[in-house]
């Protein structure tokens, strides 16, 4: 790969980022409960693929240390959004469930996420949606891969 190239995919990888920044930004204004992003990203979590993962698998999951982990899981369990039970195979790993108001509480978010971008579809065009989003799924695919390799 050329200088040329690998300065377009450094230019996309900054693009994305100040996406996500603002797009974080947004969604933490529209959050019930005073959430933040990472706490939402983690019932967004659950929504997609499940829970009972233990608090490791979900730090290694999110690529945040365990502490940052058990931080965010606090925060969730003290509004009842998730519940942390001992393993029943092994009682020093615990697991953790989403509860119903949690999956109450992301839906919620997502309704209010969806009044605020929807101004979205009076500034572009929802074809250019449609056809990026194949792209970005490919490439957070091979990122994600990546990782299960280190490399």
Do not use: C, W, Y
């Given at each position: 790969m050329?200088?040329?190239?690998?300065?377009?995919?450094?230019?996309f990888?900054?693009?994305?980022?100040?996406?996500?920044?603002l797009?974080?930004?947004?969604?933490?204004?529209?959050?019930?409960l005073?959430?933040?992003?990472?706490q939402?990203?983690?019932?967004?979590?659950?929504?997609?693929?499940?829970?009972?993962?233990?608090?490791?698998?979900?730090?290694t999951?999110?690529?945040?240390?365990k502490?940052?982990?058990?931080?965010?899981?606090?925060?969730?369990s003290?509004?009842?959004?998730?519940?942390?039970?001992?393993?029943?195979?092994?009682?020093?790993?615990?697991?953790?469930?989403?509860?119903?108001?949690?999956?109450?509480?992301?839906e919620?978010?997502?309704?209010?996420?969806?009044?605020?971008?929807?101004?979205?579809?009076?500034?572009?065009?929802?074809?250019?949606?449609?056809?990026?989003?194949?792209?970005?799924?490919?490439?957070?695919?091979?990122?994600?891969?990546?990782?299960?390799l280190?490399q």
């Open positions: 050329n200088q040329k190239e690998l300065g377009l995919i450094f230019e990888f900054t693009e994305v980022g100040i996406i996500s920044q797009s974080n930004a947004l969604l933490e204004k529209h959050l019930p005073g959430l933040k992003a990472s939402f990203a983690l019932l967004n979590h659950f929504a997609r693929v499940g829970d009972g993962n233990s608090q490791a698998e979900l730090a999951i999110m690529q945040v240390t502490a940052a982990m058990t931080n965010t899981l606090n925060r969730l003290v509004h009842n959004l998730v519940r942390i039970e001992p393993d029943p195979n092994d009682g020093r790993i615990k697991r953790v469930f989403v509860t119903n108001k949690g999956k109450d509480i992301r919620q978010a997502i309704q209010r996420l969806f009044k605020a971008i929807s101004i979205l579809s009076d500034k572009t065009d929802i074809k250019s949606f449609e056809q990026t989003l194949p792209f970005l799924t490919q490439l957070r695919k091979v990122l994600d891969d990546s990782r299960e280190g």
